[in-house]
């Protein structure tokens, strides 16, 4: 008995989880990407820079501006964020290093 508990607590956690990780729909168009290049100068050797992108936030888009950051592997390539046009809107896919 306390075996299938132990299954039903395991399934129920694991449910939840796989919930949580749905995408979220935007039915809103993102605006048009801004490219203003570098900005400044880095700060050191070793740091690239990552360009602003529009994030969705509380039911609009908002600027999340570019910032100078050191790749956490050498020949590490930064994949900016951006939307992906699905059925219904369009979804965030978050930007992440390439290896």
């Known amino acids: 008995m306390a075996k299938r508990i132990y299954i039903l607590i395991f399934s ?7 919930a ?31 360009e602003g992108y529009h994030a969705w936030r509380g039911g609009a888009y908002a600027w999340v501006p570019g910032r100078w950051v050191r790749p956490p592997r050498p020949a590490a390539v930064w994949i900016p964020p951006h939307y992906n046009r699905v059925p219904g809107g369009w979804v965030f896919v978050r930007g992440h290093w390439l290896y």
Do not use: K
Not at 12 to 18: D, E, K, T
Not at 23 to 38: F, K, N, Q, S, Y
């Open 12 to 18: 129920l956690l694991l449910a939840a989880g796989l």
């Open 20 to 50: 949580s990780a749905s995408e979220v729909v935007i039915r809103v168009a993102p605006p048009m990407p801004v490219h203003v290049g570098v900005v400044g100068v880095a700060p050191g050797p070793g740091f690239v820079w990552m």
